[in-house]
């Protein structure tokens, strides 16, 4: 089942990813494009447990029971591949290639759903699986919160939260030793792939319970099952708090209550034959950049190294970078810094959308 409404939610978050990983300059961002300085959220900490939430729900409309478990493998090995070669990318250098990443920790949530969802559905019964999903979902969070407040690290403390001193931390050093982001940490690690692990189940939930009814009968549950998940996310926060670098627990069910209160809300109207003209024109760019967003993700990325990794002469004749010379150029003398900073970014998005009608009218996309 391919549904619009998850089509513009992929496109409206892959266009949020785009903007926020390429401004002009990076010491003039708005705060909301910045991710937290650690504890906390702001709007750029709801991008990547969205897209988690995403491959959640797009997976359980897919008929996952019909799929092998070497086609799962390939899918998750693919994708980890992918963010291999990403990391690496253009020097390839072994001394500093960092193994965790985004799309390594999407490779192997993908795989751990699927399994998950193999084990515990019951064929026919959408109400049964959906509790055993939501006790796998509570299973993950939990368990992770057990193990980051109760058990200590060697030479360290239990419930330790700084960067280089939480169980995660500890694990990745022993695992990867320094190929992490910040050489002693890094916020794709092993240990808090759990609970975005839980945070791709949530979409499965949401996923499954699209699948059972007519948008406006399932619309209103998932909205109210969104808003009770972030109050009882933001409840925990006190005692475990919101954080995307560590993936609290507290983290993953806020995150994703917003994620299934938005799916909720385009589903309704998107899905049920409500939806205008007008309404169609509005959402069509964001279903074009949600059908290939896996190729959105790695042209993007292929593109935000290449630009600080060629040089050009500048004004002095001294080398700068291809980005820092394209933005000095022909974006900062429009506008005070942060709104040209913003400006370069969504001309980025710009060029990307250009190229992806191109694909989408030509019916290419790009898929693991």
């Known amino acids: 089942m391919r549904l619009r409404s998850l089509d513009v939610f992929r496109g409206l978050t892959m266009a949020a990813m785009v903007i926020v990983n390429n401004p002009g300059d990076w010491n003039a961002v708005y705060p909301p494009l910045l991710h937290a300085a650690w504890h906390g959220w702001t709007p750029t900490d709801l991008i990547f447990p969205a897209f988690l939430f995403i491959v959640g729900a797009a997976m359980a409309l897919g008929a996952p ?19 291999l070669f990403l990391s690496g990318f253009p020097f390839f250098e072994p001394s500093r290639w960092r193994i965790p990443g985004v799309l390594q920790r999407i490779g192997l949530c993908y795989v751990a759903a699927v399994f998950v ?21 509570a299973a993950c969070l ?81 909205v109210t099952a969104g808003a009770a998940a972030m ?27 917003v994620a299934m209160v938005v799916l909720g809300l385009l589903h309704r109207r998107l899905d049920d034959g409500r939806s205008t003209a007008a309404l169609d024109r509005l959402t069509a760019p964001f279903v074009v950049l949600g059908r290939n967003a896996l190729l959105l993700f790695v042209l993007s990325g292929l593109l935000a190294k290449l630009m600080i990794v060629l040089t050009v002469p500048g004004p002095a004749g001294a080398p700068v970078t291809l980005q820092r010379w394209l933005y000095d ?40």
């Open 142 to 222: 939990l368990g992770y919160w057990t193990l980051v407040a109760l058990v200590p690290p060697p030479g360290g403390v239990a419930g330790d939260l700084t960067p280089e001193g939480n169980l995660g931390a500890w694990l990745d050093r022993a695992v990867f030793g320094t190929h992490l982001w910040k050489t002693t940490w890094d916020p794709e690690g092993l240990l808090s792939s759990l609970p975005a692990v839980g945070t791709t189940l949530m979409g499965v939930v949401a996923g499954v319970w699209i699948g059972r009814a007519r948008p406006a009968c399932m619309a209103p549950s998932l």
């Open 231 to 257: 109050a009882v996310g933001a409840l925990w926060d006190v005692f475990f708090p919101i954080n995307k670098s560590l993936w609290t627990s507290s983290y993953a069910l806020f995150t994703g209550g």
């Open 65 to 83: 029971e019909r799929l092998a478990p070497a086609t799962v493998l390939r899918r998750g090995a693919v994708l980890v591949g992918l963010g």
């Open 329 to 368: 150029a022909a974006f900062a003398p429009l506008g005070p810094p942060r709104v040209t900073s913003l400006l370069y970014a969504v001309a980025t998005l710009g060029m990307f959308y250009g190229l992806l009608v191109w694909q989408d009218r030509r019916r290419l996309y790009w898929s693991v």
């Open 117 to 137: 969802w193999q084990a515990l559905a019951v064929r026919g019964d959408a109400v049964a699986t959906t509790r055993r999903l939501a006790g796998a979902t």
